[in-house]
Each structure stands twice: as structure tokens, then as C-alpha cells.
């Protein structure tokens, strides 16, 4: 491809249009997004908490971290592994690590 001046210019025009389309599209959906979470008071990006996508073992986990038997707290681990027990994996078939414990808790 020759680098005459033309087609300098169309290239410059052509990338400048480019940039403008993406800006508007951008401000576009940034303005969508601000709507929905206005209308409806709830996130509309990111990943889903586990309060938001499986609310049945929040409740389950924080209710096994107020109870042992003799006093005390399970530790965050135990909470897993009897999440587990009970049939309540994550998203990968595996036992909840105890950080992803934590923020069930914390939520």
C-alpha cells in the first residue's frame, strides 16, 4: 500500500470516525447502565455475590457459624467442609475455600 498523502488522510479520517463511534457507544451504554440502577436500585455489573446468586447457603453458613456445640465459633474451614457435607459446592464442584466463607458471612 502506497503512503501518499490521500491516503494518509483517509486513514486519519477513518480512525478518527473509528474513535468517535466507540465514544458514543461507551456513553451509551454507560448511561444505560446508570438507568437501570437508578430504576431499579440494584447492581447491574459484575459478578453476583453469593447473597445475590445462592442466598440459601449464606443463611446456611451463618447459621453454622453461631452454633457449636460447646460454646465458641466453627472456624471457617469447618464451616466448608460441613457445606460440603450437606451438598453445597461452588461453582466448580468443590468445597467453598474459606475466604469465599468469610464474605458470605461478612455480606
Known amino acids: 500500500m502506497e503512503d501518499t498523502p490521500t491516503a494518509i488522510l483517509v486513514r486519519q479520517v ?3 470516525i473509528a ?4 465514544a458514543t457507544i461507551v456513553a451509551k ?4 447502565r446508570k438507568r437501570k440502577r437508578i430504576a ?9 455475590s453469593h447473597i445475590e446468586a445462592r442466598p440459601d447457603v449464606v443463611k446456611l453458613a451463618k447459621a453454622l457459624a453461631r452454633k457449636k456445640p460447646k460454646g465458641g465459633r466453627l ?4 464451616i466448608a467442609a460441613e457445606l460440603a457435607a450437606r ?10 475455600n ?3 466463607v468469610a464474605a458470605m458471612l461478612a455480606s
Open 19 to 22: 474513535e468517535f463511534e466507540k
Open 75 to 78: 472456624s471457617l474451614r469447618a
Open 14 to 16: 477513518l480512525g478518527a
Open 87 to 96: 451438598g453445597f459446592l461452588n461453582e466448580r464442584g468443590r468445597q467453598f
Open 40 to 48: 431499579t436500585g440494584m447492581k447491574v455489573e459484575g459478578r453476583k
Open 98 to 100: 474459606p475466604k469465599s
Open 29 to 32: 451504554l454507560a448511561a444505560a
